[in-house]
């Protein structure tokens, strides 16, 4: 599930704030919207840990320029001293992703995700002003309030799964230059 677009916006509101932890909780409480509200409590643990976040960059369309996709990314923060992809996902706290976690098929694909964004962050000419980002977090925001789960990437991850992006792609591209159109599956299957 991803983030509706009031949610995102109030969440990227929040990193924006910094870790002044009252004005963090006034902005939560000045919200209505009690489900918004709640994705913004789970979100907050994350935010206190996440190192300057008033310099993150957030929601920018990327562009691969060899790999020719395109997207655009919830975030770019330093976390544990290392810059960082993050990918905002919202998931009631009893869905299968929240269950199955890293086993999920959900889990799987979001990795692939931000390995590809990731990528293309580090080769777009309008982003080499920041750090090469290195790692990913996918952060589940639970709907019921709860302090999200946090799953870190490391380097060597981002950098297998890319990998496995690469192939999807020359497969696609094989596939549009081939005269027989065959339908093209970018589904995730172990």
């Known amino acids: ?4 677009t009031n949610t995102h916006s109030r969440v990227e509101e929040m990193l924006k704030t910094g870790h002044d932890e009252s004005s963090l909780t006034q902005l939560i409480d000045s919200v209505k919207n009690i489900a918004i509200k709640n994705y913004m409590k789970s979100a907050l643990p994350v935010i206190l840990k996440i190192q300057h976040p008033e310099t993150s960059v957030c929601e920018k369309s990327v562009r691969h320029p060899t790999l020719a996709y395109q997207g655009r990314f919830d975030a770019v923060v330093q976390y544990k001293n290392n810059w960082c992809i993050l990918d ?12 199955q976690g890293e086993e999920s098929l959900s889990y799987l694909t979001y990795v692939r995700q931000l390995a590809a964004y990731a990528s293309a962050f580090n080769h777009d000419h309008r982003h080499q002003s920041y750090p090469i ?9 639970k709907e019921d309030g709860t302090p999200a789960e946090v799953y870190e990437i490391p380097e060597d991850g981002l950098e297998q ?7 999807k792609l020359k497969e696609f591209w094989a596939k549009v ?11 995730y299957r172990p």
Do not use: H, R, Y
């Open 177 to 187: 230059m081939s005269t027989d159109l065959n339908n093209i599956d970018f589904a």
């Open 88 to 99: 905002w996902k919202t998931s009631p706290a009893q869905s299968t992703f929240s269950k």
């Open 133 to 141: 980002v290195k790692q990913g977090l996918l952060v589940s925001l």
């Open 161 to 167: 799964t890319l990998e496995d992006v690469k192939s």
């Open 1 to 4: 599930m991803t983030l509706g």
